[in-house]
């Protein structure tokens, strides 16, 4: 389902939602429950649930006259991690490196943007100014955890210096958290925005128009 409408004349709004039975994010099992094994690992014990999961958008976003534009959205996903199950899975990722890298999209090579949600809740802003100068834009992309209060701060420039080319710089800069719903592994307070490893990262990218 897909909706949007502008009013007050310059703010439009938006929604978009998708419904889908069962889930194919993977799992880690309740170490005191009965059959968790010895040696648990994630896997997608919802794949075939009959639960519904919801997936919600609802947002607005304004351009200015300077053709500034600001968005503001929330995200709801059904299918996240409840806190016991982010518990779960962050202790069982603190102790397998080999989980960890394959369910941690930061530990591959950066992006322009990527996105992959563990958690239910979520803000998203954005801004951007373009033709500061004529040829310069710059913007700032904030995801912030609602679960934990933990995100990534994304500011950008980019400059065209030719109608053949610009030169674009991004900095992804994690925030931890402010110590609000994280959850304790190996005698450690986790939030999901923790799990970076990384203190920040820059990406510097040419783009050529041919």
């Known amino acids: 389902m897909s ?16 419904l889908s ?4 994010r993977s ?4 170490p005191a429950a009965a059959g968790c094994s010895d040696n648990p690992t994630l896997a997608p ?3 075939d649930s009959k639960t519904f999961y919801p997936r919600v958008l609802v947002g607005t976003r304004r351009q200015f006259t300077d053709e500034s534009l600001l968005s503001v959205e929330y995200y709801y996903q059904g299918d996240g991690y409840t806190n016991l199950e982010f518990s779960h899975a962050v202790q069982l990722m603190s102790t397998n490196v080999a989980i960890t890298s394959a369910v941690d999209p930061s530990s591959a090579l ?8 563990m ?5 998203f802003a954005s801004y951007s100014k373009p033709r500061i100068f004529d ?11 609602l679960s934990d209060l933990s995100g990534l701060f994304a500011p950008s420039v980019s400059w065209s210096t030719k109608e053949w080319l610009t030169l674009a710089l991004y900095g992804y800069l994690p925030i931890r958290g402010l110590g ?11 939030s999901e925005y923790s799990l970076m490893p990384f203190d920040y990262r820059v990406l510097f990218e040419a783009r050529v128009y041919y």
């Open 3 to 18: 909706f949007a409408r502008y009013f007050f004349t310059d703010y439009e709004f938006h929604v978009e939602a998708l």
């Open 21 to 24: 039975r069962g889930s194919a």
């Open 27 to 30: 799992f880690a099992c309740d």
């Open 45 to 47: 014990t919802k794949l």
């Open 110 to 117: 950066p992006q322009r943007f990527s996105f992959d949600p």
């Open 119 to 123: 958690r239910r809740h979520y803000l």
């Open 135 to 145: 040829d310069w834009t710059v913007g700032a992309v904030l995801i912030a955890g």
């Open 180 to 190: 609000v719903g994280e959850v304790s592994a190996n005698n450690r307070k986790m």
